[in-house]
């Protein structure tokens, strides 16, 4: 066994050996590259993805809410009803740890409560992460996630 270790140190030794020697003159100084590191609650800006989701909304109770509507963050903007007071609500999510588009987890305790027939599709990109989610006011659990998303997700009425 040591003779076997022996005979590999010699061989690593010997490849060391021949292995042509980096100089000064034949490698470019590298310059260290700083790795940004996110802050909890915060996110890191990425100029190239800017935060944009399509929303549709049917059977609201609210013919003007309902309807597809475009919404960016980042600056706010898009066909969003009020685009600044929507981001600033996931911006607001987000801070407080929560996931607004996470849907409810299937072990929940809900109440059987029926919110009416609104539904809601969400699309795109937010906070560099792909969104596809659906909302529904079917029982207390799917009212309160629509209603956290106020007013990303319009207010309805029924």
């Not at 609201?60 to 475009?70: E, M, N, Q, V, Y």
């Not at 685009?83 to 409810?104: E, M, N, S, W, Y």
């Not at 799917?142 to 997700?153: D, G, Q, T």
Request: hydrophobic share 40%.
């Amino acid at each position: 066994m040591l003779r076997r270790l022996a005979l590999t140190a010699a061989a690593c030794l010997s490849a060391l050996a021949a292995a042509p020697v980096a100089t000064a003159a034949t490698t470019a100084p590298v310059a260290p590259v700083p790795i940004p590191v996110a802050q909890p609650g915060h996110r890191l800006p990425d100029p190239q993805v800017r935060d944009r989701l399509t929303i549709t909304v049917s059977d609201s109770g609210a013919r003007a809410a309902d309807g597809t509507r475009r919404l960016s963050c980042s600056p706010a903007g898009g066909t969003h009803a009020t685009p600044q007071q929507a981001c600033d609500r996931l911006d607001q999510l987000a801070a407080d740890g929560r996931k607004p588009f996470a849907p409810v987890p299937a072990t929940m305790m809900c109440t059987m409560q029926y919110g009416g027939p609104a539904t809601a599709h969400i699309t795109g990109i937010w906070r560099g992460q792909p969104v596809d989610a659906t909302f529904r006011r079917t029982n207390g659990c799917e009212i309160a996630r629509w209603n956290a998303l106020e007013p990303v997700l319009p207010h309805t009425v029924g």
